[in-house]
């Protein structure tokens, strides 16, 4: 299972850092990311890191965002700056698991909320 943490409510130009940490019977986990789903809207892409930290991000949060990740800790990380009202949504991790016992499965966060008011 993965368990995100660390949204909250912040004023448009501040910073929130979003936690996921994967939990159970874990052999490997390969690529994770986070997604965002915004109301009315689907949810969409926001950043995602493989194991090697190779990262990718949605345009819209280049040079804003960046994500990291903890193999040893099995955690990835959302550290966002420059918050705008535009980025207010349901902030979702999301990972490739391999258990023990060799199945992988794509599993996915709870989602945590992000509201930045301008």
Partial sequence: ????????LVQAGGSLRLSCA????????ADM??????PGKQRELVATITRGSITNYAE???????VS???AKNTVVLEMNS???EDTAIYYCNGDITSVSRAT???WGQGTQ?????
């Fill in 105 to 107: 499965t794509l599993y």
């Fill in 69 to 71: 990740r903890d193999n």
């Fill in 60 to 66: 819209s949060v280049k040079g804003r965002f960046t």
């Fill in 83 to 85: 918050l705008e009202p």
């Fill in 33 to 38: 990311g986070w997604y965002r789903q915004a």
């Fill in 1 to 8: 299972q993965l368990q995100a943490s660390g949204g909250g």
């Fill in 22 to 29: 994967a939990s159970g019977s874990i052999f490997s986990i």
């Fill in 114 to 118: 992000v509201t930045v008011s301008s």
